[in-house]
Nanobody
Framework: QVQLVESGGGSVQPGGSLSLSCAAT????????MAWYRQAPGRQRELVAR???????DYLDSVKGRFTISRDAAKNTVYLRMNNLKPEDTAVYYC???????????????WGQGTQVTVSS
């Protein structure tokens, strides 16, 4: 079985920085992409950043220049470095990945449990 195990999250002041990590564990052949989503109260879940197995990355417009997604392929881990955080970045952040699972012999999508990021003065 495949799980996405997150770490990080917490509370910071505006202008501060925070790093999130998400590791894919279990038995699988490979990962197509790993991504971060977020959902604030009363808001729809939105894609924050995505890193593909081709090495490409894309970002939500409002986080461009402030957030950086990176991947450690050897550890099957994705990171999200968040700089110059703003109150509007407050949300639950979710890891998401498409994984080719050996037992299913197919591509499957998985979600992490979510981690709270709070930006306030």
């Amino acid at each position: 079985q495949v799980q996405l195990v997150e770490s990080g999250g917490g509370s910071v002041q505006p202008g501060g920085s925070l790093s999130l990590s998400c590791a894919a564990t279990g038995t699988f052949f490979g990962i197509y992409f790993m991504a971060w989503y977020r959902q604030a109260p009363g808001r729809q879940r939105e894609l924050v950043a995505r890193h593909t197995n081709r090495g490409t990355s894309d970002y939500l417009d409002s986080v461009k220049g402030r957030f950086t997604i990176s991947r450690d392929a050897a550890k099957n881990t994705v990171y999200l470095r968040m700089n110059n955080l703003k109150p509007e970045d407050t949300a639950v952040y979710y890891c998401n990945a498409d994984v080719f699972v050996r037992s299913y012999n197919s591509r499957q999508n998985y979600w992490g449990q979510g981690t709270q990021v709070t930006v306030s003065s």
